[in-house]
C-alpha cells in the first residue's frame, strides 16, 4: 500500500511555510467551504477538569484531496513541568481512498494555521492603517500572531506585551525588536487594550476570572482572541460592533457554544468574509473581535500545504504501512 509520510515539529519549522502561504491556502478552504464543497463536524471535547480536556477535530475537502483529524490534549498544569499546555497530533487520508497518507506534529501546526486565521480575519476587520499591536498572553501563539499580523498588516510597528510572567512579556518585546518593532512591557493588561490590535491568548487555568473590558478598547480596534475569549468579561463583549467567529455552525453547537465567553449569535465567520456575503468592517471607528475555538477546516488546510511543500523539499521520514 506504499508509504506514510511522518513530519516532527522539527520538519515543519524547516519547511518555513510562510505567513502569506498559510493564510491563502486557509482563503481557499474557506471559499469551498461557502460553497458546500467541504465537509466538517463541530469538534469533539472530552472534559476531564479545569484547564484539561482532549478533543478531536475532522474535515474532508476534494481540493486539494485529503482527510484530516487532529487530536488534542490540554492540560494546563502542564507549565509546572516545563511542558506545552496543548499538545496534538494529525492524521491526513487520501480524499477519495481513504488510504492514510501522512501523520505529522499538531502543536507547532496550530500555531501557524491558528496565526494565520486571525491573519486572514484581519484582512477583512481591522483597518489596514493600523500602527500597534498589544498581546495579553505572551506565548507561542503570541510570536506566531506577531508574523502573521505583521505580513497582513504591513503597517504594524508597536508592540506592547502584556503577560503573568513578565520575562515571558520581556522575551516577546525583544524578539518584536529585533524585526523592527518599537515594544515595551506593559505593566497592566489595559495597556495592551489601548493599541489598533489586540490579541488575546490566555491559557486555561482552574480559577481564572475575566479581567478584559471590552468597552476599554480603543474606536477602529480589531482583537483575535485565541483562547475561546477566557480572559473578556461576557457581558461587555457585545459592545463590540462586529463579532466574528471562524464557523457559524460550530459556534451554535451546543457543546462549543459553552466554551466561549459569547455564546453568539455572531455576525460573521471566515466563509463569509472570504465569500464576501458579509460586510466585514465597513466603517473606520468601528470595534472588532474575532472570537473562535479552532475550526478542523483549518487545520486540514495547513496540513495539506505542509504535505505538499514537504514533498517538494524531501523533508520528513517515509513509514511503511
Known amino acids: 500500500m506504499g508509504t506514510l509520510l511522518y513530519l516532527s515539529a522539527e520538519d515543519i519549522a524547516a519547511l518555513r511555510i510562510s505567513p502569506r502561504a498559510a493564510r491563502e491556502a486557509l482563503a481557499h478552504a474557506f471559499l469551498r467551504h461557502a460553497k458546500g464543497r467541504t465537509h466538517v463536524q463541530p469538534k469533539l471535547t472530552i472534559p476531564i477538569g479545569a484547564g484539561h480536556f482532549f478533543q478531536s477535530l475532522c474535515a474532508a475537502m ?8 487532529k487530536w488534542v490534549g490540554v492540560s494546563a498544569v502542564n507549565s509546572e513541568a516545563s511542558l506545552p499546555n496543548v499538545n496534538a497530533l494529525i492524521v491526513v487520508s ?3 481512498t481513504g488510504v492514510p497518507v501522512a501523520v505529522m506534529d499538531g502543536t507547532r501546526l496550530t500555531v501557524l494555521r491558528t496565526a494565520a486565521m486571525s491573519a486572514l480575519a484581519a484582512l477583512h476587520l481591522a483597518r489596514p492603517d493600523s500602527v500597534s499591536i498589544g498581546f ?4 507561542a501563539q503570541a510570536y ?15 508592540a506592547v506585551c ?15 525588536m529585533e524585526i523592527g518593532f518599537q515594544a515595551r512591557v506593559a505593566e497592566s493588561p489595559n495597556e495592551a487594550l489601548a493599541c489598533d490590535v489586540v490579541v488575546t491568548t490566555v491559557p486555561a487555568q482552574p480559577g481564572l476570572e475575566p479581567f478584559l ?13 485565541v483562547d475561546l475569549g477566557r480572559p473578556w468579561r461576557g457581558d461587555m463583549l457585545r459592545s463590540v460592533e462586529i463579532l466574528a467567529t471562524d464557523d457559524h455552525a460550530q459556534a451554535a453547537d451546543p457543546a462549543n457554544r459553552a466554551k466561549l465567553a459569547y455564546p453568539g449569535p455572531f455576525d460573521a465567520d471566515l466563509a463569509s468574509l472570504v465569500s464576501r456575503t458579509a460586510a466585514g ?18 487545520d486540514l488546510a495547513i496540513a495539506a500545504e505542509v504535505i505538499e511543500q514537504a514533498r517538494r523539499s524531501g523533508r520528513g521520514v517515509q513509514l511503511p504501512l
Open 144 to 158: 506566531g500572531h506577531l508574523a502573521s499580523l505583521r505580513e497582513a498588516l504591513p503597517g504594524l510597528r508597536e
Open 281 to 298: 468592517r465597513t466603517g473606520e471607528q468601528q470595534r472588532a473581535m474575532f472570537l473562535f475555538p479552532g475550526f478542523a477546516l483549518a
Open 62 to 69: 476534494p481540493d486539494p484531496p485529503y482527510a484530516a483529524t
Open 136 to 139: 495579553v498572553g505572551c506565548g
Open 162 to 176: 502584556s503577560s503573568r510572567s513578565r520575562t515571558s512579556a520581556e522575551q516577546l518585546a525583544a524578539s518584536a
Open 213 to 225: 473590558d471590552a468597552s476599554l478598547l480603543r474606536p477602529g480596534c480589531f482583537v483575535a482572541a
Open 94 to 96: 487520501d480524499f477519495t
